[in-house]
């Protein structure tokens, strides 16, 4: 085990600041990246429906 | 049940025989790639957790660099994650444009935000990396230029294809940007070696013995293949999108998207 205490482990031996910088940004790239990706996803398919949805209305009337 | 002006029944695209060029069909493609996302998520998280517990609780701190080393188990497989997504890119892209394949086009637009995502995590990782290790956050020696470079290709892809309106011309343009941009990855990758960086040697070399612990060694190449999960999963969901985009008028999609609740997507 590296650290005996929770403070050890967030000071990274006096380079918390660049070890935690780099990190936190990747993790919230990535979660951006993801984000973005799967709310696409949604709206496209959502787009699809609509489209379905007012095709239908077009053939009853 | 509500009347369709399309066919709500669909063969499962799954069940039928497999031929090389089955899933080039955005139908299967989005079948399949719709079952295996769980998967692919499940995979990066227990890889990503595994890699982080090495690398933190496990991997010695440095003897020379102290715990800032650690940046190296995100730093590496970023790096090498920005160079192998551009020659994905550039691959599907040449395909889709040499066999007038959709799908490869639709792969290329997809995997570049992702591309550019690691290409930026590779940056602002080595920056923060830098600081501490060299004393300067930047230096333009010719590995972080020609990563830099990466950066721009990928940016300069992306505003092309987004810029033209007719997709098949926007990618076909995109194509000829995402070869000719192609001949940086070696330069990135070999820069350490022909010109005098700054920035060091090849981490992993497959002729020489591993110059690290096997345990950082195990933790880097877990998070390399948890961002492997991550992207394939990533790149796998905006292809969806797109493929819903651009065939929003098919009839597949339209069997796709009335399709009762309770019934597999």
């Known amino acids: 085990m590296n650290w005996s205490s929770a403070g050890e482990f967030f000071a990274m031996g006096g380079y918390g600041v660049y070890v935690w910088g780099s990190y936190g940004v990747a993790a919230a790239a990535m979660l951006i990246d993801a984000a973005y990706a799967a709310a696409r996803q949604r709206r496209a398919l959502a787009d699809a429906r609509r489209e379905i949805d007012d095709e239908r209305e077009e053939a009853v009337r | 049940?509500?009347?369709?002006?399309?066919?709500?029944?669909?063969?499962?695209?799954?069940?039928?025989?497999?031929?090389?060029?089955?899933?080039?069909?955005p139908v299967r493609f989005h079948a399949l790639t719709g079952a295996l996302l769980p998967w692919l998520w499940a995979v990066c998280l227990l890889l990503g957790a595994a890699g982080l517990y090495i690398g933190f609780f496990v991997a010695p701190t440095d003897a020379t660099q102290g715990d800032s080393y650690r940046i190296i188990f995100?730093?590496?497989?970023?790096?090498?994650?920005?160079?192998?997504?551009?020659?994905?890119?550039?691959?599907?892209?040449?395909?889709?444009?040499?066999f007038n394949a959709r799908l490869a086009s639709m792969l290329a637009r997809a995997i570049a935000p992702t591309g550019a995502m690691f290409t930026f995590m590779a940056l602002w990782t080595g920056a923060l990396?830098?600081?501490?290790?060299?004393?300067?956050?930047?230096?333009?020696?010719?590995?972080l230029t020609s990563e830099l470079i990466l950066l721009f290709l990928y940016f300069g892809y992306m505003a092309l294809v987004a810029a033209i309106d007719d997709p098949r011309r926007a990618d076909q343009a995109g194509a000829l940007v995402a070869i000719v941009g192609a001949v940086n990855v070696p330069i990135i990758y070999f820069s350490v070696k022909w010109?005098?960086?700054l920035h060091q040697g090849a981490t992993i070399s497959m002729t020489a013995a591993p110059k690290m612990a096997s345990t950082m060694?195990?933790?880097m190449l877990l998070m390399t293949f948890a961002f492997w999960a991550y992207a394939f999963a990533v790149v796998f969901t905006r292809t969806r999108a797109i493929v819903l985009e651009r065939e929003r008028h098919t009839d597949w999609v339209g069997a796709l998207v009335t399709r009762r609740p309770g019934e597999q997507r």
């Open chain 2, 1 to 25: 049940m509500s009347p369709s002006v399309r066919s709500s029944r669909l063969p499962n695209p799954l069940s039928n025989p497999l031929r090389l060029t089955t899933f080039a069909s």
């Open chain 2, 74 to 98: 995100i730093h590496v497989p970023a790096a090498w994650m920005s160079m192998l997504l551009y020659l994905m890119m550039a691959g599907w892209a040449a395909i889709g444009w040499a």
């Open chain 2, 129 to 143: 990396w830098g600081k501490p290790t060299w004393g300067t956050w930047w230096v333009w020696d010719a590995r």
């Open chain 2, 195 to 197: 010109w005098n960086t």
């Open chain 2, 217 to 219: 060694l195990t933790a």
